[in-house]
């Protein structure tokens, strides 16, 4: 699999990621020709891009967008389709603990914007992205995780969030898991197809008058007289603003300074057979709700509307490894772990894995990087929601148009000290997590 830190190219018409690519997607035409030039260019075509090129119209901006693959080819279209009211690996209490009162309410704020956009974009899909509105349940894997699970659920009811607390007993009657101590419900979040979202949102971005190409890598970029050259697989284009959104598939040699600022991380998902009817009442899933557990390196699953259940979790450190079937055999065992009922399942149909853009302190910016170079980045994997309003405040950056005084805005994303030990550093922690997780 493509690798940010090691390769240079991104591999040449490569497939979608496995079980999203079956489902039947409009897309919009892509252009054949690269204009010479536009006012704001956009590299990636996924959820943050098409966003940006959205807003950038809505400006009065003309705008390109490339991809240097399908649009939506990365982060947008290998996620479980996960809608979170959040961002990043640090909760709304973070915040409000970090900054005050204003800025942790400001911060709710900005979250339920960005679930409100998406549900915008999924009123635009005919079939509404597959969309399931049970809500997102974070479960206590053990005994331990209880006591935290509980903090953060006072906590934001304190603050007017709508959520849920399920006890061990109220879990058992929703879903026989191993891991299900206590639950908390975050009542309005929901889950989608992200390649159907992915398409709702080109589709918008056509219909504004956004010119998308696909199969365009960016290759290198300088100043000129003119604005920033940019060199492409389909020729040169000369933009006056460009604009970064291509998260955790940002390669090393196209704008250095920008690709030291994250650490992409494998995430790997396996799809099982349809599951049985004795299957399904063992389990007690239903296609309502979307699942975490509290674990250091978690996992996440969801029951998928044609009865066969997704299960994810983090996989390989280095991209050569990440389709290598000891991953999904690992994603089964623990699928087996967490479901004993589903032992009998032993094999999977779907297998596929993607990057996630982790940052340093583990949130994501929208930055501007150099005179007229602007970027988001460091979703941390909980990008689905939040990048649809990322792509909307890129675009603003770039406006010129003033952004909310929050955290996210106010600063660049700190590059990697010693980047090239990044994966170095990724071992040890998986190792501190896999120990945390077997003994915490």
């Known amino acids: 699999m493509y690798d940010p830190l090691n390769d240079t190219e991104l591999p040449n018409a490569a497939p979608r990621a496995g079980y999203w690519a079956g489902h039947s997607v409009k897309w919009p035409a892509s252009l054949n020709q690269l204009p010479k030039t536009t006012d704001a260019l956009v590299i990636g ?34 996620n479980a389709g996960f809608v979170m009211k959040s961002t990043g690996r640090l909760g709304l209490k973070h915040w409000h603990d970090s900054f005050g009162e204003d800025v942790g309410y400001a911060m709710a704020n900005e979250h339920q914007l960005a679930l409100e956009r998406i549900r915008a974009h999924v009123k635009h899909c005919p079939d509404q992205c597959d969309l399931r509105e049970g809500g997102y349940v974070k479960l206590a894997h053990n005994k331990g995780a209880v006591k935290a699970l509980s903090s953060q659920y006072q906590f934001l009811r304190s603050i007017q969030q709508p959520v ?69 697989a389909r020729g040169e284009i000369v933009a006056r603003d460009v604009l970064f959104a291509t998260n955790a598939y940002t390669t090393q040699k196209l704008f250095p300074d920008l690709a030291q600022r994250n650490l992409p991380v494998v995430s790997s998902v396996i799809v099982t057979p349809p599951l049985s009817r004795a299957q399904l009442d063992a389990t007690g899933l239903k296609d309502d709700y979307a699942y975490m557990d509290t674990r250091v390196l978690k996992y996440y699953f969801r029951l998928l509307p044609d009865g066969r259940l997704l299960f994810g979790g983090r996989g390989a450190i280095r991209g050569a490894h990440a389709e290598s079937p000891r991953y999904a055999k690992r994603l089964l065992a623990a699928l087996h772990a967490s479901f004993p009922a589903l032992k009998d399942i032993t094999h999977w149909d ?22 007229n170079v602007f970027a988001s980045m460091g979703y941390c994997g909980a990008g689905v929601s939040f990048s ?40 040890a922690f998986y190792h501190y997590g896999r120990l945390r997780d077997m003994w915490g």
């Open 350 to 371: 779907d297998f596929w894995s993607g990057w996630v853009s982790v940052s340093l302190d583990d949130y994501p910016r929208i930055m501007q990087l150099d005179n």
């Open 45 to 78: 075509g996924g959820y943050t891009g098409l966003n940006a090129a959205i807003e950038l119209r809505a400006q009065g901006r003309e705008v390109t967008v490339i991809d240097a693959e399908q649009l939506a080819w990365g982060c947008s279209s290998r």
């Open 164 to 232: 849920t607390w399920l006890n061990k007993q109220q879990i058992a009657e929703t879903i026989k898991t191993q891991h299900g101590f206590a639950g908390l419900k975050f009542d309005d979040c929901f889950a989608i197809n992200p390649v159907k979202l992915a398409a709702s949102v080109a589709r918008q971005a056509h219909q504004a008058g956004a010119q998308l190409i696909e199969y365009c890598a960016a290759t290198a970029m300088h100043r000129s007289d003119e604005g920033w050259r940019v060199h492409t």
């Open 388 to 427: 649809a309003l990322a792509g909307k405040r890129l675009a603003e950056k770039a406006c010129g148009l003033p952004l909310p005084a929050l955290p996210y805005y106010q600063s660049n994303l700190k590059p990697f000290p010693f980047a090239g030990f990044r994966r170095v550093g990724q071992w």
